[in-house]
């Protein structure tokens, strides 16, 4: 599975928009890019997954560069509640395991 | 629905014994990962099964760990014996054979190995 990158830590204000950044050059065409978060002391969380179109569901949206060396996840309204770590994965298909990196904090504060 | 559970939440445990993790998944998710977190370092993918069948087993540290699903059901992940690194929280998670994208993950097992 390719490799993604990711900023350590991010923060963002309560209500505002937090945009997390992912970078995955050397993705592969039939790898999809998925997002799952880690809310303290609690299991992974699935977010989000897309191949190359932009994706939204009812928690997030996905956001991935027409080249898809790159893609950003958006949670719209942030909440305090969303606090957490936020991981980036780049996988080939939907029984594959998830390959975990050390992904982004995200801080959400009043 | 009742989402995957893992038992027990914590054990703590000597070096040298050994302790059995349990993990029951989602009803009729064929697909049972077990990953961990040692202390400071990221999340690693330990196995994967279809139903019974180990389908991934590249990830097992050892033959230290031992970990079954006999019945295609619920999963048990034994280490013996225990080693101060084996410290960390393990998780387990499921997905369905068709059309799952999202793996269910429990709360995971703290394990302390004193």
């Known amino acids: 599975d390719a490799k993604t990158t990711q900023p350590p830590s991010m923060d963002c204000a309560e209500g505002r928009a937090a945009n997390l950044p992912c970078n995955h050059s050397?993705?592969?065409?039939?790898?999809?890019v998925y997002w799952y978060r880690q809310i303290h002391s609690q299991g992974p969380q699935y977010i989000i997954h897309?191949?190359?179109n932009n994706e939204t569901n009812e928690m997030a949206s996905l956001i991935i560069t027409e080249d898809r060396k790159s893609s950003t996840l958006i949670l719209p309204h942030a909440t305090l509640r969303d606090t957490a770590v936020y991981y980036c994965?780049?996988?080939?298909?939907?029984?594959?395991?998830?390959?975990f990196g050390t992904g982004t904090r995200l801080a959400v504060r009043p | 629905e009742a989402g995957v559970t893992q038992f027990p939440s914590h054990s703590v445990i000597e070096k040298g014994q050994t302790v059995t993790l349990r993990c029951d998944p989602i009803s009729g998710h064929d697909n049972l990962y077990w990953y961990r977190r040692v202390m400071g370092k990221e999340i690693k993918f330990l196995l994967h099964?279809?139903?019974?069948?180990?389908?991934?087993e590249s990830g097992m540290p050892n033959n230290r760990f031992l970990a079954e699903r006999t019945g295609g059901t619920y999963s048990t992940l034994k280490v013996q014996p225990a080693e101060l690194e084996d410290s960390g929280v393990y998780f387990c998670a499921s997905s369905p054979t068709d059309g799952g994208n999202e793996q269910f993950f429990g709360p995971g097992t703290r394990l302390t190995v004193l």
């Open positions: 050397t993705i592969s065409g039939n790898e999809y």
């Open positions: 099964f279809v139903k019974e069948s180990k389908q991934d």
């Open positions: 994965i780049v996988r080939r298909s939907s029984g594959d395991k998830l390959t």
């Open positions: 897309g191949l190359k």
